[in-house]
Structures are given as structure tokens and as C-alpha cells.
């Protein structure tokens, strides 16, 4: 006897209207994920693409094999840091609303991801990010007046008006040129990272992409390279649950994680707390130090959630629980360690409360020397000239034509 097929199409649990439950994702306690040798083989940690890597408690301790070692000093420059990409975001976004920009991208919610990793790197290592990493900039002291010049598109704008907003660019700050085609960046960083280990260099590359790319053909494409050529790279993925307004089964398939897509290729894959900026540290530190030491690359699934809309022409409402974000039970990655210091003694409520007001100050005079050069709609635009250059040593006669019909 034969049967009609039937497609199997997946759908999220919950729709606008509904309550927010996560009662189905399940949580390990904080501390109780083994931490392997860093030359582990990825056949003997297979289960830790499928638990999550927790190191700070409900009560603001740091417990288990994975905390990490970082003075008092460094975690409050990582507040900071994370704090200020959050007043950044805040500002922009206002910005973006008042017409100033074309279009904006928030992190709310993932800035210990993109803050927390960078800090683990070294000088010379490059960072291929998605449109969520701004972060990595951030936290390795990037001026921000240029972050916002490029998102006002001005004549400070370091790319020249030639990129979307948010789409940064830094050599020197280890931030490849961000692409609007999704998923590019992962064959780039471990082709960039195997070449590192052709000139024998000591410099590693670090892949980034979100949970709904990874059904991208060069995300599969990169991991062969990555799996075959043992590349010194980090092949992170931030699942923040929503690739825009698809959930994240649909391009984790029949998986059960996106950690678990290294299995298929040999490589070692862990999942953390994406809220979590000691855990953060922790596994970046770890896959680092795997890569430095020619023991190939490793995949890192980032647990999170994406707070804010996917950009300024997003409405989230329209395909989730209005509530659902403040509802993640990993909580908000800036209170995490803001209690975390707080426990340790290095901070406290009132210092919090003035460290907000200095960095909101400081963003906002930034702001204003942004704009004293220009906005979308206003001031000084980067020339049309740039058009014609950064692309051939030696113009080609049409482009010498053109540019000289134009004036420039």
C-alpha cells in the first residue's frame, strides 16, 4: 500500500499573541560542564555540542572548570565595553528613526558575545563578522566617532559612502570588510587563516554567522577547508534564535544543535551561554589557544537571543510573543556581570549608575561631532569621486571618461 507524501514543514512554538515559555530549553547548571584539554580529540567531547557552557551562577559567582582567570580590572573594561555598544546601538537607532541613517542593526542582548571574544585575541588576528559583531570594534578601543561616521555615511566615512551602514571595515583592528551577501565570510576567514599557516605567520582567524546562514552553502564549504586543511580558526555561530523573521529550525534541520553540524567534519564543537561574558571568554580563550597551537579549527555555538528587532526595517511583533525577549532565561548579558562584580566585591550599584550616565555623555558628544560633519541628509558627504578609486591600479578608459564627464 502506498501513501500520499507529506512535507514536513517546521514551526516555531509560540506566535504573537501567545505567553512566552521556555520552559523547553533545557539549562545546565552553571559550573557543571566538564572543561577539556585543549588537544582533546573531538570524538571524546562529542557531548559538548549539546549542553551549554555556563560559568556564571543565579547569584553572580563564577563556578566550574571553565571559569576563567581575569582580574578585576579586565572585567570591568569589559562592562564598559558592553555598555557602551548598548548606548551606541541606543543612539543610532534614534538616529535611524529621525531619518539621520538609512538603516541600523542593534546587538541588544549579544554584546558579551562579539565584546567578550575579541578581548582574546592578539594583534594581527582578523575577525570576518556579520552585521552583529560591532562589538569586536568596541572592545579593541576602535574610535567611535569613525563607527559613526561611516553609519551617517559622511565625509569621514573611512569606506567613503560605499558601504551600508553598519557595514565597518578596519585592517588594523582585525575587522575584514563586512559583505550584505550572507555567509562569504566563513570560506574568507579559513581561506585567510590557511594562508596564515602557508607563510608561517602566528596570526588566526575567527569566522562569524547567525544561526539562519548556516543553511548558506559556504558555511558547508568553509567547514571542508577548515576540516581538511586543520586551518588555525574559530568558526563561531551566534543562535540568537530568529534569522529575521524565520525560527531556528528551519536552517538547524534535524541536527539537534548547530554545534553538532561540526561532527560531520571532525571538528571540535562547544556550546555556551552567549549571555554569559566569563564563559564567553572561557571557550574564545580556549579555541584560540587550540588554533595557536596547530590543533586545528573549532565551532562555537553562541546561545542567545536577539532582544530587538533583526534591523530598523524589521517588526518583530509581527512573527513573535511581544514579551518573549525579556523572558530568555539567560538573562541580560550587562546585569550578569555587572552582579558578577558586585559579588566579588569590584563594584557596585552607585558606581554602575555613574559609569551609565559618563558613557551616555560620552556617546552622545561623539554624536554631535558625527553629525558636525554630517548625516544622511545633511553636511558633508564623501566626494563622488571615491567611486572611481580602490578599484583598478590602472583606471580603465571609460571609468577616465566617465570621471571626467562628472567633474571629479
Known amino acids: 500500500m502506498t501513501h500520499p507524501l507529506r512535507l514536513h514543514v517546521p514551526e516555531p512554538t509560540l506566535r504573537p499573541g501567545d505567553s512566552p515559555d521556555f520552559s523547553g530549553v533545557p539549562i545546565p547548571k552553571a559550573g557543571s560542564v566538564r572543561r577539556p584539554p585543549v588537544d582533546a580529540d573531538p570524538e571524546d567531547i562529542r557531548d559538548l555540542a549539546f549542553t551549554i557552557i555556563r560559568v556564571m551562577d543565579r547569584k553572580g559567582q563564577a563556578v566550574g572548570d571553565w571559569a ?28 535611524q528613526r529621525q531619518g539621520k541613517t538609512s538603516f541600523y542593526m542593534q546587538h541588544l542582548g549579544e554584546e558579551a558575545i562579539s565584546c567578550g571574544f575579541r578581548r582574546e585575541l592578539q594583534p594581527g588576528d582578523m575577525n570576518f563578522p556579520t552585521y552583529r559583531q560591532a562589538g569586536l570594534l568596541i572592545a579593541d578601543d576602535y574610535p567611535m566617532l569613525l563607527m559613526m561616521n561611516q553609519v551617517y555615511s559622511n565625509e569621514g566615512d573611512t569606506v567613503h559612502g560605499r558601504q551600508l551602514p553598519v557595514f565597518y571595515s578596519s585592517k588594523d ?21 590557511m594562508a596564515s599557516a602557508i607563510k608561517g605567520a602566528t596570526n588566526i582567524a575567527a569566522a562569524w554567522i547567525g544561526d539562519g546562514s548556516t543553511a548558506e552553502n559556504d558555511f558547508h564549504a568553509g567547514l571542508v577547508f577548515a576540516s581538511t586543511y586543520q586551518a588555525p580558526v574559530v568558526l563561531n555561530i551566534v543562535n540568537n534564535q530568529w534569522a529575521i523573521s524565520t ?17 560531520g567534519f571532525g571538528i571540535p564543537a562547544l556550546r555556551v551561554d552567549g549571555n554569559d561574558y566569563l564563559a564567553v571568554r572561557a571557550v574564545a580563550r580556549w579555541a584560540a589557544e587550540r588554533a595557536r597551537a596547530n590543533l586545528g579549527p573549532t565551532l562555537i555555538e553562541y546561545v542567545t537571543y536577539r532582544v530587538a528587532g533583526h534591523s530598523t526595517s524589521d517588526d518583530p511583533s509581527a512573527y513573535r510573543p511581544k514579551e518573549e525577549g525579556s523572558a530568555w532565561p539567560l538573562g541580560d548579558p550587562i546585569l550578569r556581570l555587572r552582579d558578577h562584580l558586585i559579588a566579588r566585591g569590584a563594584w ?11 558613557i551616555r555623555a560620552e556617546v552622545i558628544a561623539t554624536q554631535k561631532e558625527a553629525e558636525a560633519i554630517g548625516t544622511l541628509t545633511s553636511g558633508r558627504l564623501p566626494s563622488p569621486a571615491h567611486m572611481f578609486e580602490d578599484v583598478f591600479e590602472t583606471p580603465t578608459s571609460h571609468l577616465v571618461r566617465q570621471r571626467h564627464e562628472m567633474g571629479v
Do not use: K
Open 68 to 95: 576563567p582567570d581575569i582580574d578585576d580590572d579586565e572585567l570591568r573594561t569589559g562592562l564598559r565595553h558592553m555598555m557602551l555598544l548598548r548606548e551606541y546601538d541606543a543612539r543610532m537607532l534614534m538616529a
Open 173 to 193: 583592528h582585525g575587522f575584514f570588510s563586512i559583505s550584505g551577501n550572507l555567509a562569504t565570510q566563513y570560506p574568507q576567514a579559513v581561506g585567510w587563516a
Open 247 to 263: 525560527f531556528q529550525g528551519i536552517a538547524r534541520g534535524g541536527s539537534g544543535t548547530f554545534a553538532a553540524r561540526g561532527h
Open 348 to 358: 557596585n550599584e552607585e558606581r554602575h549608575t555613574q559609569a551609565a550616565a559618563e
